[in-house]
């Protein structure tokens, strides 16, 4: 009877045990980060921001000095990055974007983006907050803009 | 003074709930009615009025006001309960087929007592009671197919034209049957009328 | 109530007559008998009192049947009108905890220790693996050899934005601009970076 009435203890020593097991940094290899990734084509082209929310990203393109007209989410798209294999996106002007997990350090994860034959790595440390835009190439009349946000699960 | 019916499905068709409430609340019982004498099951008959109102509420886009409402409701009810009677009869319910070409001997029957016994006289009342009655009791020992027929002609008042589309009979099976009902529910009649005469003893009023 | 034989060939026109549907020669053929005939004419006179008989008939039934709730049938059937969210998810809860009652009970103990455990380190941590960091940063960038472009790095502070530019590079490229392969931008700043236009790209 004892023995019966022991293992929800035991459970609950499992369960609280887990979370600090997690707490530590867990092996890079073991990681899978989730990662939104929008694919934006920019160009001087008519005058369409779509969609409407990209109106912020063209007002920071403009006040860093990029002035485009047009701004055309193209694709988005939540992935998770590992550090075994590159999760592999391709763009519209052909070219392949490669995101892998390049390291993992006190929950900060580095990932590193890759375009082969344009950009040989990017290494940006995800946060909550917070955008990266890296430009991809030429696209139509325009330009290709990757844009990585943290993902909200 | 009451909405008219037409008011009615207009306020149904933006929504109005109530206005199809009234409309269900004037009709039940005529539709009831309908399903009763064709179907001759009281449960059955409030399953198929439900169901009418239903296909009613369901497909009233589809009433184009050319009719009166009420003609519609009752087109929809009788197919419900056509339906019914032709699941019933492939259940193997009610077989039995009434051969159209047998002769009805009316010369049997005593023509003329239904008419003379129920008059004008609304003093009558008590007699016009056990007629129906008795009428109700003759419709249950007709075949299906006339009973049908019958309803949809006297309570309906569908043209033979009409019956023959909505039964899928030629318009001289129309004629022909709807002879034979009423040849039999007044022959049915007359002889319970003879039975009893004496005992009521109102038909030499 | 006696009746000739020439009568029989009137009989069946005697439906259709009472119904209008007898087309006029017939019905004049027959009004003539009728008058002459006073069986025929006391067996339209039964067929007409059918008629009366059989809806008077239908009509009593129906007083006789309860129509309580009627109405409410059917207009229940013609609303699938779904309860108040809150009502439907208390309705399914209750199915749910009626039927596996041991294992909701496991359930909620189960996440109430999770709760209590995982909060904390949620709280601390505030998002999905890999985001301890407060904001995406960019610690490094190095383009191809063979794009012959060289990276801009441009900081929006106030946005909390990184705009890794690429600007084609001008002319032959320069064998000692290492620089331009590599780029480890610890904290990099657009401050220094050239501002290229758009349009111009």
Same mark, same amino acid.
């Given at each position: 009877m004892q023995r019966m009435r022991a293992w929800p203890w035991v459970a609950c020593l499992m369960l609280l045990a887990a979370p600090a097991v997690w707490a530590q940094d867990a092996a890079t290899a073991e990681a899978k980060v989730p990662l939104r990734?929008?694919?934006?084509?920019? &160009?001087?082209?008519?005058?369409?921001?779509?969609?409407?929310?990209?109106?912020?990203?063209?007002?920071?393109?403009?006040?860093?000095?990029?002035?485009? &007209? &047009?701004?055309?989410?193209?694709?988005?798209?939540?992935?998770?990055?590992?550090?075994?294999?590159?999760?592999?996106?391709?763009?519209?002007?052909?070219?392949?974007? &490669?995101?892998?997990?390049?390291?993992?350090?006190?929950?900060?994860?580095?990932v590193k983006v890759a375009i082969p034959g344009l950009l040989d790595e990017t290494l940006v440390t995800l946060g909550r907050k917070g955008v990266v835009y890296q430009a991809a190439g030429d696209h139509g009349g325009g330009k290709l803009v990757l844009v990585l946000r943290p993902s909200r699960r | 003074?009451?909405?008219?019916?037409?008011?009615?499905?207009?306020?149904?068709?933006?929504?109005?709930?109530?206005?199809?409430?009234?409309?269900?609340?004037?009709?039940?019982?005529?539709?009831?009615?309908?399903?009763?004498?064709?179907l001759k099951d009281r449960e059955e008959a409030m399953d198929v009025s439900q169901e009418a109102f239903v296909k009613v509420h369901k497909y009233l886009d589809h009433f184009k006001g050319d009719s009166s409402f009420y003609t519609w409701l009752y087109r929809i009810t009788t197919n419900i309960c056509i339906d019914v009677l032709r699941k019933r009869k492939s259940a193997g319910g009610h077989a039995a087929e009434f051969d159209e070409?047998?002769?009805?001997?009316l010369s049997e029957a005593s023509a003329g007592t239904l008419g003379s016994r129920l008059g004008t006289n609304p003093q009558k009342?008590?007699?016009?009671?056990?007629?129906?009655?008795k009428i109700q009791a003759a419709l249950e020992q007709v075949p299906e197919k006339h009973r049908t027929i019958l309803l949809l002609r006297e309570v309906e008042g569908m043209s033979y034209e009409e019956l023959a589309r909505t039964l899928e009979i030629p318009k001289g099976t129309v004629m022909s049957r709807l002879f034979h009902a009423r040849a039999k529910v007044q022959k049915i009649l007359s002889e319970y009328l003879e039975l009893d005469e004496s005992k009521v003893g109102i038909g030499s009023e | 109530m006696a009746h000739n034989p020439a009568?029989?060939?009137?009989?069946?026109?005697?439906?259709?007559?009472?119904?209008?549907?007898?087309?006029?020669?017939?019905?004049?053929?027959?009004?003539?008998?009728?008058?002459?005939?006073?069986?025929?004419?006391?067996?339209?006179?039964?067929?007409?009192?059918?008629?009366?008989?059989?809806?008077l008939g239908l009509d009593m039934a129906a007083d006789e049947a309860d129509f309580?709730?009627?109405?409410?049938?059917?207009?229940?059937?013609?609303?699938?009108?779904?309860?108040?969210?809150?009502?439907?998810?208390?309705?399914?809860?209750?199915?749910?905890?009626?039927?596996?009652?041991?294992?909701?009970?496991?359930?909620?103990a189960t996440a109430a220790a999770v709760l209590l455990v995982g909060l904390p380190i949620f709280l601390l941590q505030g998002a999905p693996q890999g985001y301890a960091g407060?904001?995406?940063?960019?610690?490094?960038?190095?383009?191809?050899?063979?794009?012959?472009?060289?990276?801009?790095?441009?900081?929006?502070?106030?946005?909390?934005?990184?705009?890794?530019?690429?600007?084609?590079?001008?002319?032959?490229?320069r064998h000692d601009d290492e620089d331009f392969q590599h780029h480890v931008l610890p904290g990099a700043s657009g401050r220094d970076a050239p501002r290229p236009k758009g349009g111009e790209l």
């Amino acid at each position: 009877m004892q023995r019966m009435r022991a293992w929800p203890w035991v459970a609950c020593l499992m369960l609280l045990a887990a979370p600090a097991v997690w707490a530590q940094d867990a092996a890079t290899a073991e990681a899978k980060v989730p990662l939104r990734v929008d694919v934006v084509s920019v &160009s001087n082209d008519g005058d369409v921001v779509e969609p409407r929310r990209l109106s912020r990203m063209k007002a920071t393109f403009a006040k860093q000095g990029l002035d485009f &007209s &047009s701004f055309r989410r193209l694709s988005s798209e939540r992935v998770e990055v590992t550090a075994q294999a590159p999760t592999q996106l391709k763009l519209p002007n052909g070219k392949q974007v &490669s995101l892998r997990l390049d390291r993992m350090e006190k929950g900060t994860a580095r990932v590193k983006v890759a375009i082969p034959g344009l950009l040989d790595e990017t290494l940006v440390t995800l946060g909550r907050k917070g955008v990266v835009y890296q430009a991809a190439g030429d696209h139509g009349g325009g330009k290709l803009v990757l844009v990585l946000r943290p993902s909200r699960r | 003074m009451a909405t008219d019916d037409l008011t009615l499905v207009k306020r149904v068709r933006t929504g109005d709930q109530r206005a199809f409430r009234t409309l269900v609340e004037r009709y039940q019982r005529k539709v009831y009615a309908v399903a009763l004498g064709m179907l001759k099951d009281r449960e059955e008959a409030m399953d198929v009025s439900q169901e009418a109102f239903v296909k009613v509420h369901k497909y009233l886009d589809h009433f184009k006001g050319d009719s009166s409402f009420y003609t519609w409701l009752y087109r929809i009810t009788t197919n419900i309960c056509i339906d019914v009677l032709r699941k019933r009869k492939s259940a193997g319910g009610h077989a039995a087929e009434f051969d159209e070409t047998i002769q009805v001997n009316l010369s049997e029957a005593s023509a003329g007592t239904l008419g003379s016994r129920l008059g004008t006289n609304p003093q009558k009342s008590a007699l016009r009671r056990e007629l129906v009655e008795k009428i109700q009791a003759a419709l249950e020992q007709v075949p299906e197919k006339h009973r049908t027929i019958l309803l949809l002609r006297e309570v309906e008042g569908m043209s033979y034209e009409e019956l023959a589309r909505t039964l899928e009979i030629p318009k001289g099976t129309v004629m022909s049957r709807l002879f034979h009902a009423r040849a039999k529910v007044q022959k049915i009649l007359s002889e319970y009328l003879e039975l009893d005469e004496s005992k009521v003893g109102i038909g030499s009023e | 109530m006696a009746h000739n034989p020439a009568c029989e060939r009137f009989w069946p026109e005697l439906s259709p007559y009472i119904d209008g549907e007898l087309d006029p020669s017939s019905r004049v053929q027959l009004e003539r008998h009728l008058s002459a005939c006073s069986h025929c004419s006391a067996l339209v006179d039964d067929f007409r009192a059918e008629g009366g008989l059989i809806r008077l008939g239908l009509d009593m039934a129906a007083d006789e049947a309860d129509f309580t709730g009627f109405a409410q049938n059917v207009l229940a059937r013609v609303t699938p009108e779904r309860p108040p969210f809150f009502e439907r998810l208390r309705i399914s809860f209750d199915e749910f905890f009626t039927h596996h009652r041991s294992m909701v009970l496991t359930s909620v103990a189960t996440a109430a220790a999770v709760l209590l455990v995982g909060l904390p380190i949620f709280l601390l941590q505030g998002a999905p693996q890999g985001y301890a960091g407060e904001t995406m940063e960019l610690q490094a960038v190095r383009v191809a050899e063979e794009a012959h472009v060289q990276p801009v790095v441009l900081e929006a502070e106030a946005e909390e934005a990184t705009i890794i530019w690429l600007v084609d590079q001008e002319g032959p490229r320069r064998h000692d601009d290492e620089d331009f392969q590599h780029h480890v931008l610890p904290g990099a700043s657009g401050r220094d970076a050239p501002r290229p236009k758009g349009g111009e790209l």
